[in-house]
């Protein structure tokens, strides 16, 4: 097996030992993100392309050659020597063998840049069927042809296996589809088994006895099973969830931490219904999601998963996007929320228009048109330049366009120029919405609280998720996060009151003393002024490492300059612009990933935020 990943990533710690092209060189995991971060003039690699390879015989190939190294080793740099001819340059890359499950398997990373410093692309063909190709030659190469006795040997191991197993593969091929049998009785004219099969009978009849044993399978009379519709997806399931289990305690281990463990995925109880339970919890590990990022449906190239110590006592797991914030920035200690899928807000104003009436009190029966949409907004736009009129209605049309090809709405007419203007919405809207955020791993209810761990906030000069959580935490509005105070809870508290500490000596708070109880006073516009204090520290810093000055954006000015850099502060992303001789700072938008490497323009407006529609022609419809 060989799964394959696109996307922008960062190394992981991991226990196996990282290793490169070169034999008996040690590799440094931090010189490979320094150089994928620092390339491109400092805005880093396009992108990273993370292959992992689980061959069957992973367990031959990890046997020691005569030094001690693993022969895995061999294999993965005969594979990426060969995709380096395939591909006509040098590829940087680091691996690291994984001998800790059933299946000795390797995860590599390379990036996304030729030997010449340029961005380097891999046709998806050649991501899904040529490098596994080349894996296939190179073992064959290496074990040569099994024999028969060796591959039926092989089989007989198998035969007891919690896993979907080779043998399972053929039992699936012979089932009778029509009543869900296969009879596997010597002789038999209704045999399914074929004639001319590689497969032993004996093998086959002893697996299916095995799954007899384990409710997946029936005896009708000798010879003939019934098999369960979804066995060898149950068999699957199994395997998952006793590699999900040694993954957490693993984690767990390393985290030096004791805590029950839950198998779901943080938003369902174990009946699988989404629960109304609101979860805080500290990243404990992070890792690829189960597809590893093949579905073909996925935006962005697959799903992260992450494994939580929580505010409800447990610990569990959770998947998102990798291209969303939480997958994206989310890092091992990071705090983050799990909560129930819900609708993104575009997707509320649609139900919302849908489901009201015109400006005539007409129902609008499912109907959402553009004059809807560009009336739907918040009634404050005093900007002037009607940008954020503009970015509401391309933001719904986008939305629109993405939902009409899922098949979740449908076009219902067009304007003369052949663009949509009406959509017809469905009453089952919500529940259609959130299944596609999550099929195409933008799974709703991962929401990144702070990229910061609870120490690195204890300290840190800007505004906190503790300092903008501290009067709710206090009053107990955050209590519902937990029906118990767990053993993370504690250390949530524990945190909350040593920040509080640190607001008073800071000057943003002060105690106050009565008869019967000290209360805390927070100075009024602190989490402004920490803000401040954190967006300069943060500038200070960045004059350093760039050796260019800081511009700051005030209202009226016209900025101009290059997309270089994504930079985390504590009060969410910042995208850095550069000039020839200095730089802004200013809040992230999708617009800057969008013109990554490319120079922009935008007005800084006197209400707040950046017109970075400065100029363009617009229109009630566009």
């Known amino acids: 097996m060989l799964r394959g990943l696109e996307g922008s990533a960062e190394l992981t710690p991991t226990r196996g030992q990282l290793y490169g092209p070169e034999d008996g060189v040690e590799i440094d995991g931090r010189d490979f993100v320094a150089r994928s971060q620092e390339s491109f003039d400092g805005r880093g690699d396009p992108h990273q392309f993370r292959i992992m390879i689980s061959p069957e015989d992973g367990a031959e190939l990890a046997r020691v050659n005569g030094d ?5 080793k061999d294999t993965t740099r005969a594979l990426m020597a060969q995709m380096e001819e395939d591909l006509g340059t040098r590829l940087d ?14 995860h590599i990373i390379a990036r996304g840049v030729t030997h010449d410093g340029k961005g380097l692309n891999i046709a998806g063909e050649y991501i899904s069927r040529g490098i596994r190709g080349r894996l296939e030659e190179e073992l064959t190469r290496e074990l040569g042809w099994k024999s028969e006795l060796a591959i039926q040997q092989e089989m007989k191991r198998e035969v007891g296996a919690m896993r979907v197993t080779t043998a399972d593969r053929h039992i699936a091929n012979g089932i009778d589809k029509l009543n869900n049998t296969i009879d596997l009785r010597a002789g038999s004219a209704a045999s399914t088994f074929p004639a001319n099969s590689s497969m032993n009978r004996h093998i086959l009849i002893g697996r299916v006895k095995h799954l007899e044993k384990m409710g997946l399978a029936q005896s009708e009379y000798d010879g003939l099973w019934r098999i369960e519709k979804d ?3 149950t068999l699957g399931q199994i395997e998952q969830r006793e590699q999900l289990t040694k993954d957490i305690h693993g984690a767990m281990e390393r985290a030096n931490i004791r805590r029950p463990i839950r198998l779901n995925n943080g938003r369902t109880d174990y009946d699988g219904k989404l629960t109304n339970k609101r979860v805080i919890g500290r990243v404990i590990a992070k890792s690829l999601g189960r ?3 093949m579905d073909a449906d996925a935006k962005g190239g697959g799903k992260v998963r992450f494994i939580i110590d929580g505010t409800d006592g447990y610990v569990s797991t959770v998947e998102t996007g990798m291209d969303t914030r939480a997958g994206e920035a989310a890092k091992v200690g990071s705090i983050i929320e799990v909560s129930p899928p819900n609708l993104r807000t575009v997707d509320r104003n649609i139900q919302a228009i849908a489901t009201g009436k015109d400006y005539h009190g007409k129902p609008h029966n499912g109907l959402v048109g553009t004059y809807a949409i560009a009336t739907s907004g918040p009634e404050d736009w005093t900007d002037g330049s009607g940008s954020r009129g503009a970015a509401h209605m391309r933001a719904h049309r986008l939305r629109l366009a993405t939902l009409v090809k899922a098949g979740v709405v449908r076009v219902a007419s067009k304007d003369k120029d052949g663009d949509p203007s009406e959509w ?3 009453e089952n809207f919500e529940e259609k919405a959130i299944a596609l955020d999550m099929k195409q791993g933008r799974a709703s209810g991962v929401k990144l609280l702070s990229v910061q761990d609870l120490e690195a906030q204890l300290t840190s000069p800007g505004a906190t998720w503790l300092d903008r959580s501290q009067v709710s935490w206090g009053r107990g509005g955050m209590k519902d ?3 118990t105070m767990s053993a993370f809870a504690k250390e949530l508290d524990t945190a909350f009151k040593q920040r509080r500490t640190w607001l008073v000596k800071r000057g943003y708070a002060e105690l106050r003393q009565d008869a019967h109880k000290t209360s805390i006073i927070y100075k009024r516009g602190y989490l402004k002024a920490l803000e401040t204090e954190g967006f300069t520290a943060a500038t200070e810093k960045l004059e350093k490492m760039t ?10 000015r016209l900025i101009e300059g290059t997309v270089a850099q994504k930079f985390e502060l504590t009060q969410g992303p910042h995208a850095i612009i550069e000039t020839q001789r200095a730089f802004y ?11 990554w490497g490319k120079r922009i323009k935008g007005r800084v407006l006197g209400g707040g935020g950046i017109d970075w529609d400065a100029g363009r022609t617009r229109g009630i419809g566009r």
């Open 481 to 483: 996060v937990s029906s």
């Open 68 to 72: 001690g190294t693993p022969n895995l």
């Open 291 to 293: 597809d590893e990022g």
């Open 424 to 426: 017809r919405v469905p």
């Open 585 to 595: 700072l200013v809040p992230w938008e999708s617009h800057h990933a969008q013109k």
């Open 93 to 106: 890359w680091v691996a690291v063998d994984h001998f800790d499950t059933a299946h000795p398997h390797t």
């Open 231 to 233: 066995a060898f997806k």
């Open 547 to 556: 050796g260019k000055a800081h511009i700051a954006a005030q209202s009226g």
